[in-house]
T-cell receptor
Framework: AQKVTQAQTEISVVEKEDVTLDCVYETRDTTYYLFWYKQPPSGELVFLIR??????QNEISGRYSWNFQKSTSSFNFTITASQVVDSAVYFCALSDDFGNEKLTFGTGTRLTIIP | ETGVTQSPTHLIKTRGQQVTLRCSSQ?????VSWYQQALGQGPQFIFQ???????GRGNFPPRFSGLQFPNYSSELNVNALELDDSALYLCASSELAGGETQYFGPGTRLLVL
């Protein structure tokens, strides 16, 4: 069975600080995909990144960066120079590669950026 | 915006009633997945439809059922509503190719009294 753990329930940081959101996953599949989604108060899940299990390169997109470490089954997300607009709930999710797009989500981390 | 739309945005029902939620997929996507998100929780997979056929189901009872239409839009039906069915219902569209990104709609907030 697949499982995603986001141990940090809530994080608060002051604007312009860097913050890292942790994600640890469990799967028996050799091929799998990892995702991060942002959920602002409006409720819609906004896609941030997709990473497959064969690509362990870290990725940077503007102020966002992701650290994928297969050895520790972790896929952490860092926001550099945080802004108030980054305040949201962030979800890490996992899917398999068997033609079923089922996503297994973590319980989310609520990030609050204090002005 | 993702191009995925859902209706209605909010709904209030009483226990025992039936409800139908609707989802319109992003153009070009042939797969729709439905998720239930209880307050303070991550979304839970209900089921997925691919070309009008169910293609996977999560741990939800049979009173949760769905349909997908030839234009790939979809419905989620819930019979005999229970209080615990109160949640945000999200649909997501994608192309069925293994690990493809799912794009979510804004959700329908259902309150069961």
């Amino acid at each position: 069975a697949q499982k995603v753990t986001q141990a940090q329930t809530e994080i608060s940081v002051v604007e312009k600080e860097d913050v890292t959101l942790d994600c640890v996953y469990e799967t028996r599949d050799t091929t799998y995909y990892l995702f991060w989604y942002k959920q602002p108060p409006s409720g819609e899940l906004v896609f941030l990144i997709r990473r497959n299990s064969f690509d362990e390169q870290n990725e940077i997109s503007g102020r966002y960066s992701w650290n994928f470490q297969k050895s520790t089954s972790s896929f952490n997300f860092t926001i550099t120079a945080s802004q108030v607009v980054d305040s949201a709930v962030y979800f890490c999710a996992l899917s398999d590669d068997f033609g079923n797009e089922k996503l297994t989500f973590g319980t989310g981390t609520r990030l609050t950026i204090i002005p | 915006e993702t191009g995925v739309t859902q209706s209605p945005t909010h709904l209030i029902k009483t226990r025992g009633q039936q409800v139908t939620l609707r989802c319109s997929s992003q153009s070009g996507h042939n797969t729709v997945s439905w998720y239930q998100q209880a307050l303070g929780q991550g979304p839970q997979f209900i089921f997925q439809y691919y070309r009008e056929e169910e293609n996977g189901r999560g741990n939800f009872p049979p009173r949760f059922s769905g349909l997908q239409f030839p234009n790939y839009s979809s419905e989620l039906n819930v019979n005999a509503l229970e209080l615990d069915d109160s949640a945000l219902y999200l649909c997501a569209s994608s192309e069925l190719a293994g690990g493809e990104t799912q794009y979510f709609g804004p959700g329908t907030r259902l309150l069961v009294l």
